[in-house]
């Protein structure tokens, strides 16, 4: 069984491990128990507890990008690449890049304004009291 885990980073579900154990089915699963359909290529998967499974002939060759619906949203979902029955990690794209960059800067900015009322609520308490 090939095994693939997709843990939420940056509001996306990034593929942070892939297993391969043997064998020609696969299993993909989520860091939360989510509940819904799991779209690969052509082929529905259901999603239940964070967990799908399926044959991995019926995946393809190439990139795959899956889609899944939970309720009435998609979320967005790493692609992984299938060659001759292995799944590797697709390679990192620029738009990741982007968004960790985005990211990183607003927790910069956030970190910095945390900081800025550490520094007030310091000087409040290093105030000589006054009777």
Do not use: W
């Not at 190439?62 to 979320?75: D, M, T």
């Not at 299938?82 to 390679?91: E, F, K, L, Q, S």
């Not at 620029?94 to 985005?102: K, N, P, S």
Request: glycine share 12%; hydrophobic share 35%; proline share 4%.
């Amino acid at each position: 069984m090939k095994t693939i885990i997709y843990k939420k980073r940056l509001g996306e579900y990034e593929c942070t491990k892939i297993t391969d154990s043997g064998g020609d089915r696969f299993k993909m699963v989520f860091d939360e128990p989510l509940d819904g359909k799991l779209t690969v290529g052509e082929e529905i998967f259901t999603l239940a507890g964070g967990v799908a499974t399926g044959l991995v002939s019926s995946l393809g060759e190439g990139e795959i990008r899956p889609k899944l619906y939970c309720g009435a949203q998609s979320v967005p979902i790493e692609s992984f690449i299938v060659n001759g029955g292995n799944i590797h990690p697709a390679r990192v794209d620029d738009g990741y890049v982007r968004r960790l960059a985005e990211f990183c800067s607003a927790l910069s900015n956030r970190v910095g304004e945390l900081e800025k009322q550490m520094e007030a609520a310091n000087e409040k308490i290093d105030q000589p009291l006054k009777f």
